[in-house]
């Protein structure tokens, strides 16, 4: 089914479809596993189905948790800088009173 038949059904409408479209989903994925479905891209096109009723049953309704989270990750993010790579330069070796072969002698 296309989402714009989903788009015309009332909520209970949806829910319904939607509670059908799962237990099909759990009946193909049963007999996939017995060996008994001819076709397993079937469970494909439910899952699809199934994700299609979702979105429109949350569309409909105003999800607001998805809102607020969509909202949250945006203000956490940082904004991008550029960082300066600068070359490290090799420390200066440090000579010790007595510690070269050169100064024993």
Known sequence: MKVTEFKGMSKDELKKNLSKKTEELYELK????????ANP?????????IARVLTVLN????????EVTTKATKA?????TAKKVT???PKAKVKKAGATRATRK
């Open 30 to 37: 049963v007999k996939n596993k017995l060996g008994q479905l």
């Open 76 to 80: 956490a993010k940082p904004a991008k």
């Open 41 to 49: 891209l079937q469970i494909r096109g439910l899952k699809k189905d």
């Open 87 to 89: 070359k490290a330069t």
């Open 59 to 66: 569309s409909t309704t105003g999800n607001k948790s998805t």
